[in-house]
């Protein structure tokens, strides 16, 4: 039987961040994971540099039944409160777009840095330990494992959300979530490709690696951002972005030159030269192999000077206005996130405890807590389980 104040399960983001500041304040803190290495998903994110933080982190980029719920967190430890932990330990990071800090090597300097913080502060982690059974005894919680049995005042789950189950993402936390008597969300994949229907995806297979800025809306909400087309589908900061508001069978609003008015572009251009041909004009405006399918699609041949005004105003709104129904999303598979689970208004947005359980609580993806791409998910790991942290 081990004894320990503080029992985390979860040895990602948020868990390894609330087992070092929970060990400092004296705490005798066990993590423990399933996985045989802790941090899986942090060594693959950001195309393994991981994405660590967004210096403009707001309540505005996250997505929750209670919007409220992340606005105390956030004050408390912003991004400039990590950012400021990477300084101690002489992390090398660079700002890839405005406000997203990458780390400049290796997301495994990240990961460094947090198991290193937990051995300081000495926290005790098990690997390969998977939960068999967790029990309330009151003033206690019981927790069976396949490396034994832990007694614990504070439970904490950290175990994420569904998202690349390749890495050991499962669905433990919202059972026990459920086990206790909090709601859980209905759960659905975030930041993800979208697929097509086998007509569209035949089509647009030849156009698989092409990419462009583009601005796309589904249910009133829209990103401007670049587009990858792909085997599948379409991928990209601009439909990751607008999966987490896309609801199957929406349509998806695509300005494929949100830059300049495509109309007044080839008006321009027709008073420049007449006998400029349409096609190369707009060639030159959309990645070659893009244009050409549109092009040969809608049969825009000919000279400039053939088109009236009425032409180009119905070539504009079909290069601003490209309207595509996907067939669904990759899935968890490939999603960064998962959108949904733990109802936030069963637990405190000051302590993370569950508001009828004392000694449990749930920090970072496992809530119903859903960051932008860019960074935001990460700094909410880091926020939710340094605040859990102060109270375990």
Request: net charge negative.
């Given at each position: 039987?081990?004894?320990?104040?503080?029992?985390?399960?979860?040895?990602g983001a948020s868990g390894l961040m609330?087992?070092?500041?929970?060990?400092?304040?004296?705490?005798?803190?066990?993590?423990?994971?399933?996985?045989?290495?802790?941090?899986?998903?942090?060594?693959?994110?950001?195309?393994?540099?991981?994405?660590?933080?967004?210096?403009?982190?707001?309540?505005?980029?996250?997505?929750?039944?209670?919007?409220?719920?992340?606005?105390s967190a956030l004050k408390r430890y912003?991004?400039?409160?990590?950012?400021?932990?990477?300084?101690?330990?002489?992390?090398?990071?660079?700002?890839?777009?405005?406000?997203?800090?990458?780390?400049?090597?290796?997301?495994?300097?990240?990961?460094?840095?947090?198991?290193?913080?937990?051995?300081?502060?000495?926290?005790?982690?098990?690997?390969?330990?998977?939960?068999?059974?967790?029990?309330?005894?009151?003033?206690?919680?019981?927790?069976?494992?396949?490396?034994?049995?832990?007694?614990?005042?504070?439970?904490?789950?950290?175990?994420?959300?569904?998202?690349?189950?390749?890495?050991?993402?499962?669905?433990?936390?919202?059972?026990?979530?459920?086990?206790?008597?909090?709601?859980?969300?209905?759960?659905?994949?975030?930041?993800?490709?979208?697929?097509?229907?086998?007509?569209?995806?035949?089509?647009?297979?030849?156009?698989?690696?092409?990419?462009?800025?583009?601005?796309?809306?589904a249910n009133k909400t829209n990103f401007?951002?670049?587009?990858?087309?792909?085997?599948?589908?379409?991928?990209?900061?601009?439909?990751?972005?607008?999966?987490?508001?896309?609801?199957?069978?929406?349509?998806?609003?695509?300005?494929?030159?949100?830059?300049?008015?495509?109309?007044?572009?080839?008006?321009?251009?027709?008073?420049?030269?007449?006998?400029?041909?349409?096609?190369?004009?707009?060639?030159?405006?959309?990645?070659?192999?893009?244009?050409?399918?549109?092009?040969?699609?809608?049969?825009?041949?000919?000279?400039?000077?053939?088109?009236?005004?009425?032409?180009?105003?119905?070539?504009?709104?079909?290069?601003?206005?490209?309207?595509?129904?996907?067939?669904?999303?990759?899935?968890?598979?490939?999603?960064?996130?998962?959108?949904?689970?733990?109802?936030?208004?069963?637990?405190?947005?000051?302590?993370?405890?569950?508001?009828?359980?004392?000694?449990?609580?749930?920090?970072?993806?496992?809530?119903?807590?859903?960051?932008?791409?860019?960074?935001?998910?990460?700094?909410?790991?880091?926020?939710?389980?340094?605040?859990?942290?102060?109270?375990?």
């Open positions: 039987m081990n004894k320990v104040d503080v029992l985390i399960i979860g040895a609330c087992a070092a500041n929970a060990a400092y304040r004296g705490r005798s803190v066990t993590l423990i994971d399933h996985a045989n290495m802790a941090g899986k998903k942090i060594i693959m994110s950001g195309g393994g540099r991981c994405n660590f933080t967004n210096m403009d982190a707001s309540p505005k980029h996250f997505l929750s039944q209670n919007p409220h719920f992340v606005i912003g991004p400039s409160h990590f950012v400021e932990l990477m300084d101690r330990h002489g992390l090398e990071y660079v700002e890839k777009a405005p406000g997203q800090l990458f780390c400049q090597k290796s997301a495994k300097d990240l990961l460094s840095i947090l198991l290193t913080e937990c051995e300081w502060s000495g926290v005790n982690i098990s690997l390969n330990t998977k939960v068999v059974k967790v029990t309330d005894l009151g003033e206690c919680k019981e927790v069976e494992t396949n490396q034994g049995t832990f007694i614990c005042e504070s439970l904490v789950i950290a175990t994420g959300g569904l998202s690349i189950p390749s890495k050991g993402a499962t669905g433990f936390g919202y059972q026990i979530a459920e086990q206790f008597g909090l709601e859980v969300l209905p759960t659905r994949a975030g930041l993800v490709p979208v697929t097509l229907q086998p007509d569209l995806k035949a089509k647009f297979e030849p156009l698989a690696g092409v990419s462009c800025d583009v601005s796309v809306t401007t951002e670049p587009m990858l087309f792909t085997h599948r589908g379409l991928s990209g900061p601009a439909i990751l972005q607008i999966s987490n508001h896309w609801l199957p069978g929406d349509e998806l609003k695509i300005d494929l030159y949100p830059a300049e008015s495509i109309y007044s572009l080839l008006v321009e251009a027709r008073e420049k030269n007449p006998k400029s041909q349409i096609d190369k004009v707009l060639s030159q405006l959309l990645p070659k192999r893009l244009a050409s399918m549109l092009i040969e699609d809608h049969k825009w041949q000919g000279v400039l000077a053939e088109y009236g005004n009425q032409a180009f105003e119905e070539i504009a709104e079909t290069l601003h206005n490209w309207v595509i129904k996907p067939n669904g999303t990759e899935g968890y598979r490939t999603a960064e996130v998962t959108l949904g689970g733990v109802d936030t208004n069963y637990v405190s947005s000051k302590t993370f405890e569950a508001k009828e359980v004392k000694g449990l609580f749930f920090i970072g993806e496992v809530l119903d807590v859903t960051g932008w791409l860019g960074g935001y998910n990460f700094q909410w790991a880091w926020a939710s389980g340094y605040c859990a942290a102060q109270y375990v």
